[in-house]
């Protein structure tokens, strides 16, 4: 089985600071990891994904993450946001070997105040 | 290519109704699925299917069933709601473990 544990709940950040959501996972079998975006009464879209090779990951809008095998960790990082980054970020990972369920963490809030 | 269409945007249900949430997706993706969105909880798994007449449950299972006649369509019903089934309800389909695609969703308040 797996499990996301999404560190923050919430996080406030001022406008053009950067903003760092912290993903932890554990899982026995291998993974792959994503990041998704879910803007104010919108659907899922994807930020990034790592799969394998290089652990640092880069996606859309900015954003980009570091897998750690080690401390099993999939952090998010973006070094300055936006108004329009105001959104709620959902780590979630998936077995490689198989198209079973996403298992996803519970969801970090940002709020970018300007 | 419309991806995952999910009907309808919006629901407002009485308890002990009934309805149907649908899904549809254009690309010939064999497995798809349903999670449900509460504050707090990420999405969870209701049902999924990995191709058509293929159905098992997922980790939230209960009061919901499905099934699939095609590969194009995965309904999601709701038999008898109860308020505790409001929720923001998700459609995904997938064509291989590095993909999937996210409808745009579908708010039901059951009253």
């Known amino acids: 089985a797996q499990s996301v544990t999404q560190l923050d709940s919430q996080v406030p950040v001022f406008e053009e600071a950067p903003v760092e959501l912290r993903c932890n996972y554990s899982s026995s079998v291998s993974v792959y990891l994503f990041w998704y975006v879910q803007y104010p009464n919108q659907g899922l879209q994807l930020l990034l994904k790592y799969l394998s090779g290089s652990t640092l990951v880069k996606g859309i809008n900015g954003f980009e993450a570091e897998f750690n095998k080690s401390q099993t960790s999939f952090h998010l990082r973006k070094p300055s946001v936006h108004i329009s980054d105001t959104a709620e970020y959902f780590c979630?990972?998936?077995?490689?070997?198989?198209?079973?369920?996403?298992?996803f963490g519970a969801g970090t809030q940002v709020v970018v105040t300007p | 290519n419309a991806g995952v269409t999910q009907t309808p945007k919006f629901q407002v249900l009485k308890t002990g109704q009934s309805m149907t949430l649908q899904c549809a997706q254009d690309m010939n993706h064999e497995y798809m699925s349903w999670y449900r969105q509460d504050p707090g909880m990420g999405l969870r798994l209701i049902h999924y299917?990995?191709?058509?007449?293929?159905?098992d449950q997922g980790e939230v299972p209960n009061g919901y069933n499905v099934s699939r006649s095609t590969t194009e369509d995965f309904p999601l019903r709701l038999l008898s709601a109860a308020p505790s089934q409001t929720s923001v309800y998700f459609c995904?389909?997938?064509?291989?473990?590095?993909?999937?695609?996210f409808g745009q969703g579908t708010r039901l308040t059951v009253v």
């Open positions: 995904a389909s997938s064509y291989s473990p590095t993909e999937a695609f």
């Open positions: 979630a990972v998936r077995r490689t070997d198989s198209w079973g369920k996403f298992q």
């Open positions: 299917s990995v191709g058509a007449g293929i159905t």
